[in-house]
């Protein structure tokens, strides 16, 4: 049975994985709440080093650093972050306020840059600008090759054939991620963590079985694009061979 989607999706938008990188324990158990209480999945790391790891997966929408963190600080993270390419919006957390490190952080890679203390409600309206610039869309639609995806509605069209279908919450969220990452193979790895969660316990046979039921969607409406698997390496969104 499908997943009440209207509990689990924001309008306009589709579920955002943040990781939150905040050592100070009391601070980041409330964060954490208010971002699941917004409907955000949110992972959390103690530390610098975890933060820059977990970033290398991929599968975050937007990243939450807290500047003073052990082994590695915030701006480390930033830095080595965009060094190795990753192009994850950061929103970067700190108790100074002085232009200079300010500065020093937009420098480091981040996109944005709040001071504490700070209003709930000015973090989390960063935190929607940020996932707007991450996903590329603000209408709640995607689109590829001649599919539609409504992520608000959880709705998939074909234009070809003008048939659509509604989807459970993982089929939504396979195609949203593949979606955005169109010309590129994802590992069940990646998917896995992506769509569970790194603290989740499933296996990798659950990515085939909810990939199975995501294609039986794509042919229902007729469309010309399938999830290819690319054996040894993953799965890839493309329109099929001719």
């Given amino acids: 049975m499908d997943t009440d989607l209207h509990m689990l999706r ?10 939150l990188a905040e050592d100070e324990k009391r ?45 590695m600080n915030g701006f480390e993270v930033a830095r080595r972050a965009r060094k190795k390419g990753i192009r994850t919006p950061i929103l970067m957390l700190t108790a100074k306020s002085q232009l200079d490190d300010k500065v020093t952080g937009l420098d480091s890679g981040a996109d944005d840059y709040l001071t504490k203390p700070f209003q709930t409600k000015e973090l989390l309206a960063r935190l929607r600008a940020l996932g707007r610039r991450s996903t590329g869309f603000q209408d709640g639609n995607l689109e590829y090759s001649d599919l539609s995806l ?4 959880a709705t998939l069209t074909c234009h070809t054939t003008g048939q659509s279908v509604r989807l459970g919450e993982k089929e939504l969220r396979i195609l949203e991620y ?12 990646q998917l896995a963590v992506k769509i569970w969660g790194f603290e989740n316990e499933a296996e990798y046979n659950n990515v085939e079985v909810y990939m199975s039921f995501t294609r039986k969607k794509l042919a229902f409406v007729g469309s010309k694009t399938q999830i290819k ?6 799965y890839e969104l493309r329109e099929k061979d001719v």
């Fill in 10 to 19: 924001k309008k306009g938008g589709g579920i955002m994985r943040v990781l």
């Fill in 27 to 71: 601070m980041a158990s409330a964060l954490s709440a208010l971002l699941k209480q917004e409907k955000y999945d949110v992972d959390h790391m103690e530390e610098g080093a975890s933060a820059l790891e977990a970033l290398e997966s991929g599968i975050y929408d937007i990243a939450v650093l807290d500047v003073m963190m052990p082994e």
């Fill in 178 to 189: 593949m979606f955005g990452n169109r010309g590129q193979i994802l590992t069940r790895e």
């Fill in 229 to 234: 698997a690319v054996r040894g390496l993953g």
């Fill in 150 to 153: 409504d992520t608000s509605s």
